[in-house]
């Protein structure tokens, strides 16, 4: 049995989740723990505490939002390091990751970390898994692949005033997200319409995570200049 925590650890703990969790009506803040963490200190505090239940009433998070978190603890040592570091870092996913064998879970997680793979993807990887246990993880992978449309994401922003801003534009775009990873850049009368890839949508987004903005405001800083 767990060593029951001190009322001090509970309370580092039930910090940490007030911090990064929100209570009450605060909702969407900005984490600065990782899931795992995160679950670590769920844990602690349902260990002091003696349930969820309890641990929800007072951090006013619902028990399936904690347990959510706590799907992270079911994951393989190799895909918890993912976590840890927040190369992995959508809750959604590691929930829906933590309902595969063990064995099949660093395949698919490398995927979302280096390709962009989404959580229907990941759910539809662990619905064809349940249907075809014999296939390897492999197989479910590219069949989920073959059956998913393409998808592209696309950025509006205001015309450029010269074309020396327009090609400004353009190398800064290539050079944050991968020259590979943009469909097109075009103008009109009117405005400026980009279009990324699926690829170029996930280093988008992983930009956006490094450097503490929304995904549009991310998209703001490349188009006006100021990348990292």
Known sequence: MAKRPTGTELDEALAILLANTGSGATRRIRRHRSILEIAEAIDVARLRLGS????SERVGLSTEMLSDF????????????????????SVDIVRKLSRLPRVDQLPVADLVVKEG????????????????????????????????PIREYEVQFPLPRSSRERDAIRGRVE???????????????????????????????????????TKKEAAEKILRGGAT
């Open 70 to 89: 706590l799907s992270a603890t079911k994951l393989s040592s190799a895909v918890r390091d993912l976590v840890k570091s927040r190369a992995l870092d």
């Open 117 to 148: 793979l989404n959580s229907e993807d990941v759910r539809a990887i662990v619905s064809l898994r349940k249907l075809r246990p014999t296939e390897s993880i492999a197989q479910i992978i590219e069949h989920v692949r073959r059956s998913r």
């Open 52 to 55: 969820l239940r309890e641990v």
């Open 175 to 213: 050079e944050t997200l991968g020259r590979e990873n943009v469909k097109s850049l075009s103008f009109t009368t009117e405005m400026g319409i980009l279009l990324l890839t699926e690829r170029g949508e996930a280093a988008l987004r992983e930009y956006a995570r490094s450097n503490g903005f």
